[in-house]
């Protein structure tokens, strides 16, 4: 049973920065196929940014490049997102998924089997 716990949420100015964490147990640590989501009030959860199955590739929502990056911390057993540059439109819960289906696509909340409690991000104006 792999575990997921999200901290680091917050409210911040817009132009800010945060960072969340993801401390993963109940499996060896691996980021592959681990990735960040977010959700909005009334909105579908959306992609945020993974590190894909293959190689250490990591992929970022078009909204968030150049602003956010997806890091880890093997010794720690901890997935990372570094929110810089934060933006109104940024405020949602977070959440952390885990455990990528073999056919799914990273890009796609439903391929992900294993998800954290999620962590509140508001980005005031």
């Known amino acids: 049973q792999v575990t997921l716990v999200e901290s680091g949420g917050g409210l911040v100015q817009a132009g800010g920065s945060l960072r969340l964490s993801c401390a993963v147990s109940?499996?060896?640590?691996?980021?592959?196929?681990m990735a960040w989501f977010r959700q909005a009030p009334g909105k579908r959860r959306e992609f945020v940014a993974s590190?894909?199955?293959?190689?250490?590739?990591?992929d970022y929502a078009d909204s968030v490049k150049g602003r956010f990056t997806i890091s880890k911390d093997n010794a720690k057993n901890t997935l990372t997102l570094q929110m810089n540059s934060l933006k109104p439109e940024d405020t949602a819960v977070y959440y952390c998924?885990?455990?990528?289906?073999?056919?799914?696509?990273?890009?796609?909340?439903?391929?992900?089997?294993?998800w954290g409690q999620g962590t509140q991000v508001t980005v005031s104006s």
């Open positions: 998924a885990a455990t990528l289906s073999v056919s799914g696509s990273h890009f796609s909340a439903s391929s992900y089997r294993d």
């Open positions: 109940g499996r060896a640590f691996t980021s592959k196929g």
């Open positions: 590190f894909n199955a293959i190689g250490d590739t990591t």
